[in-house]
């Protein structure tokens, strides 16, 4: 579930008259569509997609009164693909990303198979790194949301898995709202798709506290204990933000600050951005700095990757392990800045929306990319909307974005510097 709907959530906590009964509210948003999209020199596909301007899903929120101005709280929310009905999902694109195995050249002996077997084993490494889900990979049936909590007249403590502080910032400022495949995500992260995401999303296994001001002013603490972060793998992990929520603007500024699996600093992630409104108009601006050294990836994958090497006799099985470890931890390494601009303009019962995003890499070998934006949403009715999205990605030097939507990833076109385009059309309904 997005920000805006936790957050409309704990507004309403505070909304409610004192005394009122305990309540328990059922809901969720059922969206699908149709995607058309080319990437590189592929041949275009047609395809039908599941949460492509919001992720389908089937939530449960409840509230109960205690007086005095305090309210327990709970929001348990699950994933659900409608195109499978599952609650799992995985790149759009099949192609693998050279980006994960770049540089990584086995030395394997004569005796082993030498060259022959080397090649195998990259591989065998790229294949084990692109897994058929990526989405949920822990299978975990309210992977969305799940969290309780205690409002009181100086705030609320939220406990459980919940959306960063960060994230909240940026999907604020995203013209797309986290959505189809101009959402300002799609390009923010390094070329192995979610496997190095560029902002932590949710973190497991989280205590928040959440504050707003009658002026606008909001802001929230996370901190997340062991084996927290958006995969469940950061040692520790913790972030903050402020945002001024009046008059027409919405603006934050926030950090979000994981580890991987040993403390060691791992994604860290800043983000300023928000939008104004006014007349027909929305206008937004942003600016997304990340870094990480440690991706908890590395390990995860070391783990998936051991027994293809245990097959080979020691010391060569822990040489192999070591040449990989080495190059995983090159490629996985994030340090880019994106930036995105935009507008809304509202033409009677619907919306114009265009956006420019661009990620400057820092690294060497650049993973840099700039993505167009353009589309029309129109209300069929309060809780029914129908849209149409097209989109374009200029890859430039080591580049492998393609076209996402809100519920999976885009995944990687089939070569370094393609390009990826599309068009989207598809239909949302609230309920």
């Not at 409608?82 to 030395?107: C, H, I, K, V």
């Not at 190095?196 to 603490?221: H, V, W």
């Not at 009046?246 to 994981?258: I, Q, R």
């Not at 990833?409 to 059309?425: C, E, L, N």
Request: hydrophobic share 40%; with cysteine.
């Amino acid at each position: 579930m997005k920000t805006k709907l936790l957050a409309a959530g704990i507004a309403a906590c505070f909304a409610v008259p004192a005394m009122a009964q305990s309540s328990v509210t059922i809901y969720g948003i059922a969206d699908a569509g149709v995607m058309y999209v080319k990437n590189g020199g592929q041949d275009a596909k047609t395809k039908l997609v599941s949460g492509i301007a919001d992720g389908s899903r089937l939530g449960f929120r409840g509230i109960e009164d205690m007086g005095g101005g305090y309210k327990a709280i709970f929001n348990l929310e699950a994933r659900v693909e409608l195109d499978t009905g599952r609650q799992q999902t995985g790149n759009l694109s099949s192609n693998p990303t050279f980006a994960l195995t770049e540089g990584l050249n086995f030395t394997v002996p004569a005796a082993a198979g030498g060259a022959a077997t080397a090649e195998k084993l990259r591989a065998g490494v790229q294949a084990a790194l692109n897994p058929a889900i990526n989405v949920n990979i822990n299978n975990a049936l309210f992977d969305r949301t799940s969290m309780v909590g205690l409002v009181t007249p100086v705030g609320a403590v939220l406990l459980g898995r919940m959306y960063t502080p960060g994230y909240e910032v940026l999907n604020a400022g995203d013209v797309f709202e986290s959505g189809t495949a101009a959402g300002w995500g799609g390009i923010v992260g390094g070329t192995g798709g979610l496997l190095t995401a560029g902002i932590a999303i949710r973190s497991d296994k989280s205590i928040q506290y959440r504050m707003e001001l009658p002026n606008g002013l909001k802001a929230s603490a996370m901190y997340g204990t062991e084996k927290s972060g958006y995969i469940g793998m950061d040692k520790r992990s913790w972030g903050a933000n402020v945002r001024y929520v009046a008059n027409g603007w919405d603006v934050g500024l926030a950090h979000n600050h994981g580890t991987d699996q040993v403390g060691a600093r791992g994604l860290v992630t800043t983000t300023l951005a928000g939008s104004y409104a006014f007349d027909n108009w929305k206008l937004f601006l942003g600016a997304h700095k990340q870094k990480n050294e440690n991706s908890v990836i590395i390990r995860y994958a070391g783990d998936l990757l051991a027994p293809t090497f245990a097959a080979f006799p020691a010391p060569l099985s822990t040489l192999l392990a070591g040449q990989a470890n080495a190059a995983l931890k090159r490629n996985f390494l994030l340090d880019a800045i994106s930036y995105q601009v935009g507008f809304h303009y509202k033409v009677g019962a619907g919306r114009i929306m265009a956006s420019v995003v661009r990620q400057d890499d820092k690294r060497a070998d650049a993973s840099d990319a700039t993505q167009y934006g353009l589309g029309y949403d129109y209300n069929l009715s309060k809780r029914t909307d129908v849209y149409l999205v097209g989109a374009y990605i200029k890859n430039e030097n080591d580049g492998q974005y393609a076209l996402g939507a809100a519920s999976a990833s885009g995944g990687f076109t089939a070569k370094p510097g393609q390009s990826s385009k599309g068009i989207q059309v598809g239909m949302r309904h609230r309920f």
